[in-house]
């Protein structure tokens, strides 16, 4: 079984500027749906969280701002969709199936989330599509519910968990590390507890080799018991956003290191998706795919 949280409000209309990448999220559970590595049992429609859980990372004006769609036009832009409603229900449920999804990888080693990975939203404000911190929460939850002592935020996406990295700096329990674009935005980087910054055009093999040096060390020198895992598909080096050259094999491969390095100790694993923005939604789709395909052979 594969624990999996899914959001129906991706079908609410968005401007067709902003409709390409949200179609993954429709997609992506068709596709698991019909190659049979889920089960419609699997899947879970994330209902609202409690606000407290929140406002425990984020800041109560900010909160308040989204909820009352009052958040300054500035702000808005920065963020890069039109306020609304809708897009702040999205976000609040993003963060409800992350934290369900601790519960799930509690008792069944690994969870996913569809959507999620929304490492750009800091504690105060939201940027590039990113409202709420999904990951971030989740990881705040454990610690207050003692669920958890020591957590591994593990952020491969192709862009810097800027706004991770910024709400966790005086956190002793939570280790953030990212590998990401050198030259990729966030063009100001803000410092987790590790940030490999790769030059552009880095390959499956530099990438591979990398990951396989750094990523054991961290187990093994923190001891996490629980990691967050953003698995985003954007060091793809067809990808339109970022500038890494990873084949989709490459990618698949960097999900096997990933998911065999939490398995083979047991550390309960939750995975968001992230970003993936390759022109050609068929090889997103893939290469999402593929996350989940792993987990099924590995668990």
Known sequence: MLPIAFHPLYKHPLPEGHRFPMLKYELLPQQLLYEGTAAEADFYAPGMPDMQHILAVHDKIYVDDLLNLTLDPRAVRKIGFPLSAELVERELRIAQGTIWGCHQALQTGIAFNIAGGTHHAYSTH???????????????????????????????????????????TNNNAVFTFSM???TNYPFKKELSDLDIALPDNTGDNEYLAILKETLPKLVESHKPD??????GVDILATDKLGKLGCTVNGCKQREEIVLSLCHKPGIPVQCSMGGGYSPDIKVIIEAHANTYRVARDIY
């Open 226 to 231: 629980f990691i967050f895992y953003l698995s």
């Open 180 to 182: 990401h674009g050198k």
């Open 126 to 168: 939201g940027e590039a599509f990113c409202l709420l911190n999904d990951q971030a929460i989740a990881a705040q939850y454990l610690l207050d519910n003692n669920l958890a002592k020591k957590i591994l935020i593990v952020d491969l996406d192709v862009h810097q968990g800027n706004g991770t990295a910024e709400i966790f």
